[in-house]
């Protein structure tokens, strides 16, 4: 079974251009999460979907942020505009069950860099 | 949010030894993870393990949560057992709070 997909798997760009993130859930996962890993504060959770529905994005770190989940095999994390403190490696991840309670298993990440 | 200190920060092993990893965690929890990631960035599952002891192969984990603990047992350590191990609690808010990981090298 494929795991969960994540694309582009590589992003540089330049400060002030919109970065999209996807995401692919494993199929049949209810729920959907999205970190971000830097040096300085580690992994941390930005937000996380229950059914498509955003349950908690108290994560988020300011309004440049927005993530989406038009349905239950895609979601994106969107950076509008992006800036050279946004670069890190974001994950998503997904769990079976509903309520986010649940082993969470990982994408391979995406590696964004902002110059 | 639920504070996870992970002991020790970096571990150099020799090929072939045993090593155990510490985590502690500030409150309670529904559940616990332990990670690999490894030299490529990827996350690796290794244990779901609210309380009690698993084992999958060399390695093995036991969570006390009364005790706000888990130990990851690694035996006869190999080259690809190198990377960053991470313990992550599942809080009651459904958010995984991930340690600052124990970062180990096994050397040939």
């Known amino acids: 079974d494929a795991g969960v997909i994540q694309s582009p798997r590589h992003e540089v760009t330049e400060m002030g251009q919109e970065v999209t993130l996807r995401c692919k859930p494993i199929s049949g996962h209810n729920s959907l999460f999205w970190y971000r890993q830097t040096m300085m504060r580690g992994l941390e959770l930005l937000i996380y979907f229950n059914n498509n529905v955003p349950i908690d994005d108290s994560g988020m770190p300011e309004d440049r942020f927005s993530a989406k989940m038009p349905n239950a095999s895609f979601s994106t994390l969107k950076i509008q505009p992006s800036e050279p403190r946004d670069s890190a490696v974001y994950f998503c991840a997904s769990t079976p069950s509903s309520g986010g309670v649940g082993e969470q298993y990982f994408g391979p990440g995406t590696r964004l860099t902002v110059t | 949010g639920i504070q996870v200190e992970q002991s020790p920060p970096d571990l150099i092993l020799q090929e072939g030894a045993n090593s155990t990893l510490r985590c502690n965690f500030s409150?309670?929890?529904?559940?616990l993870q332990w990670f690999h990631q490894n030299p490529w960035g990827q996350l690796i599952n290794l244990f779901y393990i609210p309380s009690g002891t698993k084992q999958n192969g060399r390695l093995s984990a036991t969570t006390v949560a009364t005790e706000r603990y888990s130990l990851l047992y690694i035996s006869s350590s190999q080259t690809t057992d190198s990377g960053v191990y991470f313990c992550a609690p599942l809080t009651g808010a459904n958010n995984l709070f991930f340690g600052t990981g124990t970062r180990l090298t096994v050397i040939p």
């Open positions: 409150d309670s929890v529904n559940n």
